[in-house]
């Protein structure tokens, strides 16, 4: 069964100031990647996604993650954030299955963003 | 954003009675899925469905069954309900294998 993990629980950044959110993986192949944002109340958005090929992808709202295979690692990168990045952010794994059937996410414990003015 | 609807949005429940949970989704996508949230856990999977009334158990489904009549419908039921149960309950759906989008969610509380 593939895990993941999120090793900052919170991490805080002065506004303007560059960001990166680790996730690591453990899964025997590669499995799909992902970043959701959750505001508060709110459900989750999908940020951005790895399948395959370009190992660096962009997303929405200026961000960007690198898959490094070698590190089974999918850090989410932003070069400069505003206070309304302030959010939870998840990394999540997906496989798919023989067939090309599909079953749920596994998700990281997520990292609570704080931005400071 | 993505056609999915979660019905009610918050609801408060005494143990021991019966809850339904209701997704629907206007995208026609072939699989659907619920999941908890809960502090410190993330999101963690708890039934999912690959098409109309076929669905499977997810990491958490102990306490909790779903039905699928219809493809733009997956029910949620806790049969009875425990104070363990008190959760944010997230309903997602996809085409695949792929990315999956993700209903407003439904506050429960078991009191």
């Known amino acids: 069964a593939q895990s993941v993990t999120q090793p900052d629980i919170h991490i805080t950044v002065s506004e303007g100031a560059s960001l990166e959110l680790r996730c690591n993986y453990s899964?025997?192949?590669?499995?799909?990647l992902f970043w959701y944002v959750q505001s508060p109340g709110q459900g989750l958005q999908l940020l951005l996604k790895?399948?395959?090929?370009?190992?660096l992808v962009q997303g929405i709202k200026g961000f960007e993650a690198e898959f490094k295979r070698s590190q089974s690692s999918f850090n989410l990168r932003k070069p400069s954030v505003h206070w309304s990045d302030a959010a939870e952010y998840f990394c999540?794994?997906?496989?798919?299955?023989?067939?090309?059937?599909?079953?749920?996410?596994?998700f990281g414990k997520g990292t609570h963003l704080i931005i400071q003015p | 954003d993505a056609g999915i609807t979660q019905s009610p949005r918050h609801k408060v429940t005494e143990t021991g009675t019966p809850v339904t949970l209701r997704c629907h989704q206007t995208?026609?996508?072939?699989?659907m899925y619920w999941y908890r949230q809960d502090p410190g856990h993330g999101l963690r999977l708890i039934h999912y469905?690959?098409?109309?009334?076929?669905?499977d158990k997810g990491e958490v489904s102990d306490g909790y069954s779903v039905s699928r009549s219809k493809t733009e419908d997956f029910l949620l039921t806790l049969e009875s309900a425990t104070s363990s149960q008190t959760s944010v309950y997230f309903c997602?759906?996809?085409?695949?294998?792929?990315?999956?989008?993700f209903g407003p969610g439904t506050r429960l509380t078991v009191t």
């Open positions: 999540a794994v997906g496989v798919e299955l023989v067939g090309g059937g599909a079953d749920g996410l596994t």
């Open positions: 469905s690959y098409g109309v009334k076929d669905t």
């Open positions: 995208e026609n996508h072939r699989y």
């Open positions: 790895y399948f395959s090929g370009d190992t």
């Open positions: 899964y025997g192949a590669t499995p799909y």
């Open positions: 997602a759906i996809s085409a695949g294998a792929r990315e999956q989008y």
